[in-house]
């Protein structure tokens, strides 16, 4: 994955969320698109060397038996293999899925704030965890002990 600011991340996803537009888009591989284009060319020179092989049998029949005709036979057969190869590799590339995927914007804003949602509740549940968190209650009575304010002012006046 490739998020909007450019930076590579990484999770797992589904073929579904992969095949939605609106989560994810392919990033396009210029060797898959020039093996694409490869293969265009490869298909249209098959043809033509099929019709001249075609050709090629048509006046061989006519001609049998020249030694020429074997030489050029073999040289148009091995021609037209070597291009079925080629074509064949082309296909596997061309075929190749792509793996780099553009993340939309607004599903990684969506992700980065679920994060600091997460790291913001695992923060308040730490904090309220802690036992000195609020204050504590007085535990003794407070009429029962005098006040230090009022025992200065009585000893003052005597």
């Known amino acids: 994955m490739v998020t909007e600011d450019g930076k590579s991340d990484y999770f797992y996803l589904c073929e579904g969320h992969l095949a939605d537009t609106a989560f994810a888009t392919p990033q396009v591989d210029p060797?898959?698109?020039k093996a694409k284009e490869r293969q265009k060319?490869?298909?249209?020179?098959?043809?033509?060397?099929?019709?001249r092989w075609k050709e090629h049998e048509a006046k061989k029949k006519k001609d049998k038996g020249d030694k020429e005709n074997?030489?050029?036979?073999?040289?148009k057969a091995s021609e037209k293999s070597a291009l079925k190869a080629e074509q064949e590799?082309?296909?596997?590339?061309?075929n190749k899925k792509p793996?780099?995927?553009?993340?939309?914007?607004?599903?990684f804003s969506i992700r980065i704030s679920n994060w600091k949602d997460a790291q913001r509740s695992k923060k308040t549940s730490q904090l309220l965890s802690?036992?000195?968190?609020?204050p504590k209650v007085p535990t003794h009575?407070?009429?029962?002990?005098?006040s230090p304010s009022t025992d200065n002012t009585d000893n003052s006046e005597k």
């Open 130 to 134: 802690k036992p000195n968190l609020f």
């Open 31 to 33: 060797e898959v698109e």
């Open 89 to 94: 590799k082309n296909d596997a590339v061309a």
């Open 141 to 146: 009575d407070p009429a029962s002990t005098p």
């Open 41 to 51: 060319a490869l298909g249209k020179e098959i043809k033509e060397l099929e019709r």
């Open 99 to 107: 793996r780099i995927y553009l993340l939309n914007k607004d599903i």
């Open 70 to 75: 074997e030489n050029e036979d073999e040289k």
